[in-house]
């Protein structure tokens, strides 16, 4: 017990609670932080563990009927891109990846607050690229969940069925990336350890994000978010040069 890193897990909880009312996703949060403490390798490992237990929660908490559409257009290409991803992980150096990952959630970032209301054309082609993009991303960078949430956004789907459907592509995702990533030796021995914390602070962390729903509107709070974003992408990227 004395090798956990308590302060890590206080982060991740944070991430968990954050990413489920700004509506990006824990992993956006999460990936950046963790790399504070562990190379960017293990951290992919620990953020699909760590999902796992956050996506089975929401679809539980906030099951009300799941899009069947959306599971097949945006769901389907996501885990087939997802394996792409996480392979092309495995040839890339650490410091390459933390610096796409750091440019990523800037780009990411500042495209949400400029352009607010960015929609784009509910239809089947870009619901099929979405979950390319958002696949390929999660698998190289351990994060694609705002792509996936940009393209599914354009659907109007209600607030429950949105973040319930949402976490069963995301389910989708991690399990198939946690084979990837173990196949890779991303799953070490070294970090089994933290496992249980996480699937406990993935339940916990999507509990209380859906009771704080209740007392304070997703768009304020959804700006607040992409400030948080674009503030630990640009850490990230000076992190790279000062090392």
Do not use: C, W
């Not at 609670?17 to 992993?27: K, N």
């Not at 495209?111 to 784009?120: C, H, P």
């Not at 496992?195 to 607040?224: A, C, E, M, S």
């Amino acid at each position: 017990m004395n090798n956990i890193n308590y302060l890590f897990l206080v982060f991740a909880l944070l991430a968990e609670i954050i990413g489920t009312i700004g509506g990006f996703g824990s992993s956006v949060f999460f990936v950046p932080l963790g790399n504070f403490y562990f190379d960017f390798h293990t951290v992919l490992g620990l953020t699909a563990v760590f999902h796992l237990s956050s996506n089975l929660s929401k679809i539980i908490l906030f099951k009300k009927g799941l899009d069947k559409n959306l599971l097949l257009y945006i769901g389907l290409p996501s885990v087939i891109f997802v394996i792409i991803g996480g392979i092309v992980s495995r040839y890339l150096d650490t410091v390459l990846l933390e610096l796409l990952l750091g440019i990523f959630l800037v780009v990411l970032s500042l495209l949400f607050l400029v352009k607010q209301k960015l929609v784009i054309e509910p239809n089947k082609e870009n619901s099929i690229t979405g979950g390319i993009l958002s696949g390929f991303s999660a698998g190289l960078l351990g994060t694609g969940g705002a792509i996936r949430g940009l393209t599914m956004a354009a659907y109007n789907l209600e607030k429950s069925v949105f973040i319930a459907t949402s976490a069963a592509i995301d389910m989708m995702i991690d399990t198939t990336r946690t084979v990837v990533y173990y196949e890779n030796g991303y799953i070490t021995k070294d970090i089994i350890i933290y496992i249980p914390f996480l699937f406990v602070i993935g339940l916990v962390g999507t509990y209380l994000g859906k009771r704080i729903l209740h007392y304070i509107p997703q768009d304020k709070f959804k700006n607040l978010s992409l400030v948080l974003i674009l503030i630990i992408g640009l850490i990230t990227i000076l992190k790279q040069f000062l090392n």
